[in-house]
């Protein structure tokens, strides 16, 4: 269960780092409207406050948030841009959640 919780935060982090930033590209890319970097800068707020709520170092939530970040990544490219993903997307996308998992459910005495 524990897991679960910490993979459904790390989930919800990554699409508010996501959109924060593909909010300013769609501005300084395709011409979208100026008033977009307001929503953006709220997104990588909630971003940034959404991983002070992890219990452990700010180093490790990092590195695991990382694993899920690529995960969701390839989700939003799958979704938003429509780009079918490859089997090796989907393979570096496990081995990133493996190394989320083992980075956030190590045992806190772990040395």
């Known amino acids: 269960m524990e897991l679960l919780k910490v993979a459904i935060l790390f989930a919800v982090t990554a699409v508010a780092e ?3 930033c593909y909010l300013p590209w769609l501005v300084l890319k395709q011409d979208k409207p100026a008033w977009l970097l307001i929503p953006a800068a709220l997104s ?4 940034a406050w959404l991983l002070t709520l992890h219990p452990t ?9 990382g694993g899920m970040y690529i995960a969701v990544a390839l989700v ?4 938003v841009d429509g780009v079918t993903l490859t ?4 393979a570096g996308a496990s081995i990133a ?12 005495t772990a040395g």
């Open 18 to 20: 996501i959109v924060g």
């Open 44 to 47: 990588l707020g909630l971003f």
């Open 76 to 79: 939003w490219l799958h979704v």
């Open 57 to 65: 170092a700010a180093g490790r939530t990092y590195a695991a948030y």
């Open 97 to 108: 959640l493996v190394g989320m998992a083992v980075i956030a459910l190590q045992p806190s």
């Open 87 to 90: 089997r090796w997307d989907v």
